[in-house]
C-alpha cells in the first residue's frame, strides 16, 4: 500500500510542479490535487512510521511521547486530507453546476481567484487543531511516565482514545462535501432532463454523464473511507486493539481514488500512457536484446 501510494501521489505531484515549472497553465483544480496527494502520502508515510516506533520503542518508556508526536502528525495529514476533499467537490460545483443565483456567482468568482489561499487556510486549521491533541496526549502520557515506573497498555489505551476529537472534526467537511455533491448531481440530472426533452438531437451528453459518474463513485469512496475510519476508531475505543488489516484499507482508499483521479484528468491519463508506453518498449526491447544475444 506504501509502495502504491508514493508512485501514483508522486506522478500526480510531478506532473502538476513540472507543468507550473515550465510556466504552463495550472487550474485551481489541479492546486487541490497536488496539495491532496501531498497530504496522502503524509498519511501513509505517517501510518507506516507509527507501526515501526509501535513495534520497535513501544516497551521504551519515553516512546509514548515520540507516539504522541507521530500520531499528531499522522491525524494533521488525515484531517488536510478530508478538507482539501471537501474544497475540491466545493469548487468542481461551483464551476460545473448551472445554478445562476447571485450567491452562486458570488462564491464561484471568489473561490475561483482564491483557491491558494483556502488550501493555506485549510492547511492551517489542521496544524491547529491537530497541535492541540497531540499536546493533549503528550500531556496526559508525560504525567503517568512521571507517576508510573511501569506503564501498561491501558495507559496507552486510554491516550489514543483522545482520537475521538479528530472523528468529530471530520464530520465539518464531509457535510460540506455531500452538501456540494448532492448540488453538482442535482444540477447536472436536472440539466440532462432538459436537454433530452428538447428536441435537438445533436446534444451530446456523454460528458455530463461522465461528469455524474465521477461525482458518484468519489461519493462512495468517501462514504467508505469515512464508514472505515469509523469502524477503526470505535473498535479500538471498546476492545483497545487496532484492526492492522483496516488501517491498512484505510490508507490504501486513497490511492483508489487518486488512481481514479488519474484516469478522470486528460492532462494526467495521458502523461500516464506516455510512462507506460515508455517502460513496455523499454522491457520489449531489452527482451529483443537478449533474444538476438542468445542466437
Known sequence: ?????????????GVNVTDWWKGRSVTPVDHIVTSLSISRMGIQCAFTLDLH?????LKNLDSPVTLGIINGIYSFFCCA????TSL??????????NFHSRLFQYLRGMIAHRTVYFIVAL??????????????VINKLTKYITYNTMMNSSVHCDSINYIHNYIIKTF???LFYYISSV???TSLYHHTTKMKMSSNLSINLETYYSVMKFVFFTSMYNTAYFIVEIVCVLHFIVFCAFLLWLHVVLGFLPVLHSSYLIYRTAKLRSQMSKILQNVTDFLFQSKDTDTRENI
Not at 500500500?1 to 508522486?10: D, E, K
Not at 475540491?88 to 453546476?97: N, R
Open 123 to 136: 492547511v492551517l486549521l489542521s496544524t491547529f487543531s491537530c497541535s492541540l491533541f497531540s499536546l493533549e
Open 53 to 57: 516506533v509501535i513495534t520497535v520503542f
Open 81 to 84: 486530507n478530508v478538507w482539501l
Open 183 to 185: 448540488l453538482l448531481f
Open 172 to 174: 465539518f467537511p464531509f
Open 1 to 13: 500500500a506504501l509502495i502504491a501510494g508514493l508512485v501514483i501521489h508522486s506522478f500526480i505531484i
Open 88 to 97: 475540491l467537490s466545493i469548487v468542481l460545483c461551483l464551476k460545473i453546476s
